[in-house]
Each structure stands twice: as structure tokens, then as C-alpha cells.
């Protein structure tokens, strides 16, 4: 049981560094890091977030968010509605630059998957998220202390 434990920590450790590696490879053009690829993304999955759902989304906290807001504005590729408001209470979007490196976030994720995934049928695709989820789900609890 134990030997199952270190290899699945193991394998998600790596998998983990593999897919950090391929997004800082495609983001680097950008000047982007990993975790300015998370707010791009839930941005263009929702039009108009406010920074407390983005930090909720993204599963980071807030300076690390705020940092990056700061950063993407700066470099044009999120606009937001905070003239008249803080930034904690403005909503935010991505602008026509960064629909446009969403748009190739998607593509590479969609090519990514086709690699992936390619001789795994849908079943044992979703069965398998099916378990990493409920291992996220008990992981949190015990982290919660529940």
C-alpha cells in the first residue's frame, strides 16, 4: 500500500512538472509564467470575474492573483472595469490580445489531449478523473480536519 502511495505522488509530482514545462515552453513568446496561463484561461472561459471568484478559480490567493492582474493589464492582454473601483471589487476580462493567446492555450491543450489520450477509450478516461477527484476531495478533508 505504501509502495502505491510514494508511485502515485511520484507520477503526479511528475506529471505535474511536465505540464508546467509545456505551458512555460508555449507561453515564453508571451512573456508569460504558468500561473499567468490560469488567469488567462478562466478568463476566457467567463466573461467579466471578479478578482475574489479568479482567486477561487485559479486556487491561488490573492497576492499571488493581484500580481498577475497587475502584470497582464500592464502588458494588455486583461481589461477591466476598476476606474471607478478597487481592484478587489472590479470585474475583469480578457482583451482581443489575450482572446487571442486563449485561443492558442486552447489549441495546445486540445493537441495535448489528442497525445494524451490518443488509444484510451471515454470510459476509462472519466473513470480515471472519477478517482482523482475523490482522492482531491478526501485529501482536502483531511487537510480541512474533517
Do not use: P, W
Not at 27 to 44: D, E, Q, V
Not at 53 to 64: G, P, V
Not at 99 to 118: A, G, H, M, P, S
Amino acid at each position: 500500500m505504501l509502495d502505491r502511495f510514494e508511485n502515485f505522488t511520484f507520477l503526479i509530482s511528475k506529471i505535474y512538472r511536465d505540464i508546467q514545462k509545456i505551458k512555460l515552453n508555449a507561453l515564453k513568446k508571451y512573456g508569460l509564467k504558468g500561473s499567468h496561463m490560469m488567469c488567462i484561461y478562466y478568463l476566457g472561459k467567463e466573461d467579466g470575474i471578479s478578482f475574489k471568484r479568479l482567486c477561487e478559480l485559479c486556487d491561488e490567493d490573492k497576492s499571488l492573483i493581484s500580481r498577475n492582474i497587475t502584470y497582464l493589464k500592464k502588458e494588455g492582454y486583461i481589461e477591466s472595469d476598476e476606474e471607478n473601483k478597487k481592484k478587489y471589487k472590479a470585474e475583469f476580462r480578457l482583451s482581443s490580445e489575450g482572446k487571442r493567446i486563449f485561443d492558442e492555450i486552447q489549441e495546445i491543450t486540445i493537441d495535448l489531449c489528442n497525445k494524451v489520450y490518443f488509444d484510451e477509450n471515454e470510459t476509462s478516461i472519466d473513470e480515471f478523473y472519477h478517482n482523482l477527484e475523490i482522492i482531491s476531495l478526501k485529501l482536502d478533508s483531511i487537510i480541512k480536519g474533517e
